[in-house]
């Protein structure tokens, strides 16, 4: 093993990408690619991981901390024989700004009536319609930790309403928070609701028939609005199209899906009142995320404490 702890890559980002990311960085280190099979991955100490291939905690057994590669880490946490070492989340400014401004964005988008204006666009129609000010609307944020913070702050600014609900109580200044025990009053001030939770098993499938029905049904833009940019496991997509078609929701704004790829055959394609994007409301910066394990490792290995580690008991 080199004299700085070697490291092995397994993000299922574009390989180019990872190796112009790679020029230049993790000096003084040995990097080893999980795709090379054949490539002997025992002296790994330490893994960067999105969607870690199924048997690489065998190839690589004596790893002593894994990085996240995204904000996300369920997919770490489901990858059989996952060794109880730290795993650390990655925290950059330049994710959490791509975030929010996705959020601010469909937001705006659904305040404003992109969707339905672009029908018209369509449809060659010259129509006027309604649009309410930001400041007659609620903005309620599932998932307050660094991304939903920073989203709620910046929709703030924008002049929405915003208030917040996460599983223990936050302070945040100048928005209205809520915790697990209060999720129906939070629900029922709520026209924009924008989902930013991690994956766990208390919120696998939260987003559902029953939660869309206590969203408040007679808000400025005549119905709820929804926005996922969370994981795709804390919605039900069956509820969440029953929903659209039942009105019970006047639309919605998906970046992640129950599965992905999104197949080409779901109904979310072709409904004028739903926004999709391709999980990249806040794709990972590769660089950004190398430079902040570097620091990490070199603290690692100075016998300081690591950041941002994953608490396993919570699933963030």
């Known amino acids: 093993m080199s004299e700085k702890g070697s490291v092995v890559i397994d993000l299922k980002f574009e390989r180019r990408d990872v190796d112009q990311a790679l020029a230049g960085a993790l000096a003084g280190r040995k990097v080893l690619h999980a795709s090379d099979k054949a490539v002997d991955l025992s002296t790994a100490s330490y893994a960067f991981l999105w969607k870690p291939d199924l048997d690489l905690f065998d190839r690589a057994p004596n790893l002593k901390v894994l990085f996240s590669g995204g904000a996300g880490v369920d997919s770490i946490l489901a990858t059989p024989g996952l060794p109880n070492i730290p795993i650390v989340r990655f925290v950059d400014e330049s994710l959490t700004t791509r975030m929010s401004e996705w959020v601010v ?172 994007t391709p999980h990249a409301a806040s794709a990972s910066d590769v660089r950004a995320l190398l430079r902040n394990a570097e620091v990490q490792m070199e603290r690692f290995e100075r016998g300081e404490p690591l950041q941002h580690v994953v608490d396993r008991t919570t699933g963030y």
């Open 105 to 276: 964005l469909q937001c705006l988008s659904h305040l404003r009536q992109a969707p339905a204006y672009l029908v018209q666009q369509r449809a060659r129609i010259w129509k006027e319609l309604h649009q309410p000010e930001a400041k007659d609307l609620t903005v309620a944020i599932m998932g307050l930790g660094v991304l939903g913070q920073d989203s709620a702050r910046k929709l703030k600014i924008m002049g929405f309403n915003v208030i917040g609900w996460s599983r223990t109580k936050k302070v945040i200044e100048g928005i209205d928070t809520y915790d697990a025990s209060q999720l129906d009053a939070f629900l029922g001030r709520t026209d924009i609701l924008v989902g930013l939770l991690p994956l766990t098993d208390e919120t696998r499938g939260i987003f559902n028939g029953s939660l869309f029905s206590r969203l408040r049904q007679n808000g400025a833009l005549g119905a709820p609005v929804f926005i996922n940019a969370g994981r795709g496991g804390s919605q039900v997509e069956k509820d969440l199209i029953a929903a659209l078609d039942a009105k019970t929701l006047g639309g919605a704004s998906l970046d992640v899906f129950e599965h992905e790829p999104l197949s080409p055959d779901s109904r979310f394609w072709s409904m004028d009142n739903v926004i999709v």
